[in-house]
């Protein structure tokens, strides 16, 4: 599949956002899941921050693979332009 500038540009400009908005829908997910949120204990704030911290990390990781996806895309294009 050989993607040009234009498609590289709306992936990028679709591909980040996208990976906040789902991270956003987890948290929302996780609180619906949770139940409501009435007095919580220290130990329920200490596993819902231990989540958070989790699923930051794991989007972190995406965000740098989307980016390392988006260099390989980008040589790509370079070498084919030059040959």
Known sequence: MKLGLAEMTILLAFGIPLTAIIGS??????????????????????????????????????EDRIEALETLLIDRERKEGRQ
Do not use: D, W
């Open 25 to 62: 829908l987890m948290l929302g997910a996780l609180k619906i899941l949770k139940g409501s949120p009435g007095k919580r204990t220290k130990e329920q704030e200490a596993e819902e921050t231990k989540m958070v911290q989790a699923i930051y990390h794991q989007l972190s990781q995406m």
